[in-house]
């Protein structure tokens, strides 16, 4: 079962223009990972949030946890062509082994 | 230094087969777990060794699913009397350090392989 649930399912946008995917998911949580996937490659770690962050940032990126809401949202800044791909947030658990749970993605198309 | 590998890239069996996928984890990776991606999805966990250890099956779907990692670094996922459900990428990760089960953890990275995809007809 998938714990995450991305917003939107898919996005296209300019090259040059921000993207923002949200993320929700159900139960509590010790971290929070955003993973990107290249068309037929396996999934490349982003970025982790813990649970007591609210903001984070990795070159272009800023992550965002609201953890009263159940939410975070992932910011790509002037995106590139490079930028396509599907990203997937993954959960912790703070109830006990780090398996990470996935959500369904979000396919994110940059036009050059 | 290599990344996670898998083997093969593609497979295509007919119902009824039994198949056979090879992860090659980072070298010196404690962790290896396999995960199955349907299309669309996002990777589903199947199951986690620790070395040689398989420590967790919860996400096996059926008895037909079997992992192994005997010698504590590659591993291989066999499905037993495909089904077209089978369909799907089977990813494979690694981790250097241990996964605390059971208790809290902090969280080891883990860098997947590119993933074999398998075609059921």
């Known amino acids: 079962s998938q714990q995450g649930e991305e917003d939107p399912q898919a996005l296209s946008i300019q090259e040059g223009e921000n993207a923002t995917m949200n993320c929700s998911y159900k139960?509590?949580?010790?971290?929070l990972q955003w993973y990107r996937q290249n068309s037929g490659r396996g999934l490349v770690h982003l970025i982790l949030?813990?649970?007591?962050?609210r903001e984070k940032h990795s070159g272009r990126l800023r992550v965002t946890l609201d953890t009263s809401k159940k939410s975070s949202s992932l910011l790509i800044t002037a995106s590139r062509a490079a930028d396509t791909a599907s990203y997937f947030c993954?959960?912790?658990?703070?109830?006990?082994?780090?398996?990470?749970?996935f959500g369904r993605g979000t396919s994110l198309i940059v036009h050059p | 230094g290599a990344g996670v590998s898998q083997s093969p890239r593609y497979k295509v069996a007919k119902r009824g087969q039994d198949v056979a996928l090879r992860c090659d984890p980072i070298?010196?990776?404690?962790?290896l777990f396999w995960y199955q991606q349907a299309l669309g999805q996002g990777p589903e966990f199947l199951t986690y060794?620790?070395?040689?250890?398989?420590?967790?099956k919860s996400g096996l779907p059926s008895d037909r699913f079997f992992a192994e990692r005997p010698e504590g670094s590659v591993s291989t996922l066999k499905i037993q009397r495909t089904q077209q459900e089978d369909s799907a990428v089977y990813l494979c990760?690694?981790?250097?350090?241990?996964?605390?089960?059971?208790?809290?953890?902090?969280?080891?990275?883990?860098?997947f392989g590119p993933g074999t995809r398998l075609t059921v007809l």
């Open positions: 990760a690694s981790s250097l350090s241990p996964t605390a089960l059971g208790r809290r953890s902090s969280y080891n990275e883990q860098f």
């Open positions: 070298s010196g990776h404690v962790s």
């Open positions: 139960t509590s949580i010790n971290n």
């Open positions: 060794f620790q070395n040689e250890a398989q420590l967790d």
């Open positions: 993954a959960t912790g658990s703070s109830g006990g082994s780090y398996i990470p749970t």
């Open positions: 949030i813990r649970s007591n962050e």
